[in-house]
């Protein structure tokens, strides 16, 4: 669960927010695989979510996030910060922040830079393995792989 909680406004309404959990160490975890995978599930079960740092490949995630940044500057005129957390985006007015509404941006989420991240290899084969709980061992020849897919809306 995320800890040092603070109020943070969120579209229409406030949200408690604070620093995620890193579940990295989960994955490396000792013993067999079906114990790395119920740990796995149980941290996304308790927590809602998996922080991996380091996980997805650095050069893909800043090429997708400068194609985010690129969109809303070139669409709302807002900079937003090429690395980390800028305090000063906070202080955009709520209706600035509001008319950017990239969760409608389905062009956007599909455009090569953010599906490389969004739909990597290595992002489904841990939602197949970890999440699902099925590997290339747990599947029959006379099986179908579980199928992993995306939703047009990524934020």
Same mark, same amino acid.
Request: glycine letters at 6%; zero cysteines; charged letters at 25%.
């Given at each position: 669960m995320a800890a040092n909680l603070r109020q943070v406004s969120a579209s229409s309404g406030v949200v408690l927010a604070g620093e995620m959990v890193? =579940? =990295?160490e989960l994955l490396r975890a000792s013993g067999p695989p079906a114990k790395r995978r119920r740990l796995v599930q149980e941290r996304l079960a308790s927590d809602g979510y998996l922080l991996l740092r380091g996980f997805l490949d650095r050069n893909q995630v800043l %090429? %997708?996030?400068a194609a985010v940044r690129d969109f809303v500057r070139d669409r709302h005129g807002v900079d937003l910060p090429a690395t980390g957390f800028d305090p000063a985006w906070e202080g955009v007015d709520q209706q600035t922040a509001d008319s950017i509404e990239l969760l409608s941006q389905v062009a956007l989420a599909h455009s090569p830079p953010l599906a490389a991240v969004f739909e990597s290899d290595r992002l489904f084969a841990l939602f197949r393995d970890f999440v699902f709980g099925h590997t290339a061992d747990d599947i029959d020849a006379d099986e +179908?792989?579980?199928?992993? +897919?995306t939703f047009d809306y990524k934020y």
């Amino acid at each position: 669960m995320a800890a040092n909680l603070r109020q943070v406004s969120a579209s229409s309404g406030v949200v408690l927010a604070g620093e995620m959990v890193d =579940s =990295s160490e989960l994955l490396r975890a000792s013993g067999p695989p079906a114990k790395r995978r119920r740990l796995v599930q149980e941290r996304l079960a308790s927590d809602g979510y998996l922080l991996l740092r380091g996980f997805l490949d650095r050069n893909q995630v800043l %090429a %997708a996030r400068a194609a985010v940044r690129d969109f809303v500057r070139d669409r709302h005129g807002v900079d937003l910060p090429a690395t980390g957390f800028d305090p000063a985006w906070e202080g955009v007015d709520q209706q600035t922040a509001d008319s950017i509404e990239l969760l409608s941006q389905v062009a956007l989420a599909h455009s090569p830079p953010l599906a490389a991240v969004f739909e990597s290899d290595r992002l489904f084969a841990l939602f197949r393995d970890f999440v699902f709980g099925h590997t290339a061992d747990d599947i029959d020849a006379d099986e +179908s792989e579980p199928t992993v +897919s995306t939703f047009d809306y990524k934020y």
